[in-house]
């Protein structure tokens, strides 16, 4: 079990992945984002994850510069988006991203969401980018099952990571259990689902029994079950909150009660249904 917030999960590449970060969906480019990721690093979190279509890839830059915490510390990951998709596009979106984080090399670069008839061919730029070694890792973003099959039978290197929306609502064990087969880190996206799940009744129980908050269970929750995780906010207090969930444990029996909250139930696109 990771025991401090630098701890890491070690990718089928071999590289070192935090399991635990700050993502920064939906947190205004400038000053908020500038604050956000500086507040994160000064706190001791070092991996931060953005995509280019949260058009905050150049504040997340600023404030890394600014953090004077050198770049080889931190775990910067990135996505292509939806419309660059396909091999040349990728390739000049990826210098794109790069060029706004001001940096010289990514750590993790993802497929944001499995474009139909796209997908294989952006896989082929970010396996170039890889072997290029422009990239550290490379990875996917909402592939169900059948979208991993099917890179799979066309892909020459397997993806290290698979970033899905995944939360107690939204186990996924299908997915899940699929990746953990085949070596492929999972991450969670949304893992308090927006903030919905911190008033569920079962886990505000089993929050006052250790003493912690609701956000603290579910992230702890999603450490337990090995997968990495990287909550939002833009405010230092909570930042500090979340990741304060490596002085307890879960007990098998709450585990399973809060692995029993699943309803499928999404806060984003199911990603055999998507319209962007
Ligand atoms: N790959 C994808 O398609 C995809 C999709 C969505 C998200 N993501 C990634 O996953 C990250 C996390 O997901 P998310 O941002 O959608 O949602 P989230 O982390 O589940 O929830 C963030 C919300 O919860 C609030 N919050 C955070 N900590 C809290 C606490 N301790 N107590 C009370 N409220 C708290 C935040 O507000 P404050 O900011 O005010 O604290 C914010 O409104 C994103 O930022 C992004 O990096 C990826």
Same mark, same amino acid.
């Given at each position: 079990?990771?025991?401090?917030?630098?701890?890491?999960t070690?990718?089928?590449?071999?590289?070192?992945?935090?399991?635990?970060?700050?993502g920064?969906?939906?947190?205004?480019?400038?000053?908020?984002?500038?604050?956000?990721?500086?507040?994160?690093?000064?706190?001791?979190?070092?991996?931060?994850?953005?995509?280019?279509?949260?058009?905050?890839?150049?504040?997340?830059?600023?404030?890394?510069?600014?953090?004077?915490?050198?770049?080889?510390e931190?775990?910067?990951?990135?996505k292509?988006?939806?419309?660059?998709?396909?091999?040349?596009?990728?390739l000049?979106a990826?210098?794109?991203?790069?060029?706004?984080?001001?940096?010289?090399?990514?750590?993790?670069?993802?497929?944001?969401?499995?474009?139909?008839?796209?997908?294989?061919?952006?896989?082929?730029?970010?396996?170039?980018?890889?072997?290029?070694?422009?990239?550290?890792?490379?990875?996917?973003?909402?592939?169900?099952?059948h979208h991993?099959?099917?890179?799979?039978?066309?892909?020459?290197?397997?993806?290290?990571?698979?970033?899905?929306?995944?939360?107690?609502?939204?186990?996924?064990?299908?997915?899940?259990?699929?990746?953990?087969?085949e070596?492929?880190?999972?991450?969670?996206?949304?893992?308090?689902?927006?903030?919905?799940?911190?008033?569920?009744p079962?886990?505000?129980?089993?929050?006052?029994?250790?003493?912690?908050?609701?956000?603290?269970?579910?992230?702890?929750?999603?450490?337990?079950? =090995?997968?990495?995780? @990287?909550?939002?906010?833009?405010?230092?207090? *909570? &930042?500090?909150?979340?990741? #304060?969930? %490596?002085? +307890?444990?879960?007990?098998?029996? =709450?585990?399973?009660? @809060?692995?029993?909250?699943?309803?499928?139930? *999404? &806060?984003?696109?199911?990603? #055999?249904? %998507?319209? +962007?």
């Amino acid at each position: 079990m990771p025991s401090s917030l630098r701890d890491t999960t070690t990718l089928h590449n071999g590289v070192k992945m935090p399991w635990f970060g700050l993502g920064v969906f939906k947190v205004k480019e400038g000053e908020e984002v500038v604050s956000s990721v500086k507040a994160a690093i000064k706190n001791g979190y070092i991996s931060i994850d953005t995509a280019a279509v949260y058009k905050n890839e150049e504040g997340v830059g600023q404030a890394i510069k600014e953090s004077g915490v050198a770049r080889e510390e931190l775990f910067i990951t990135t996505k292509v988006w939806n419309a660059d998709q396909g091999y040349d596009s990728t390739l000049q979106a990826f210098e794109t991203s790069l060029g706004k984080l001001g940096l010289d090399y990514i750590d993790l670069y993802l497929i944001h969401w499995p474009v139909k008839g796209k997908y294989n061919d952006t896989w082929k730029a970010l396996e170039k980018l890889y072997r290029d070694g422009r990239v550290r890792a490379i990875g996917v973003s909402n592939f169900h099952v059948h979208h991993l099959e099917d890179l799979l039978s066309h892909a020459e290197i397997k993806p290290m990571v698979n970033q899905i929306e995944y939360h107690p609502h939204l186990t996924q064990k299908e997915v899940h259990d699929f990746c953990k087969k085949e070596g492929i880190q999972l991450e969670a996206w949304s893992p308090l689902k927006q903030g919905v799940l911190l008033k569920d009744p079962t886990i505000n129980e089993i929050a006052e029994k250790h003493n912690k908050s609701a956000a603290q269970i579910i992230l702890r929750w999603d450490l337990q079950n =090995e997968v990495v995780t @990287i909550p939002k906010s833009t405010n230092e207090n *909570r &930042i500090i909150e979340n990741a #304060d969930i %490596f002085d +307890f444990e879960l007990t098998p029996e =709450e585990m399973q009660r @809060i692995n029993d909250l699943n309803k499928n139930d *999404r &806060i984003g696109s199911d990603p #055999d249904n %998507f319209n +962007f």
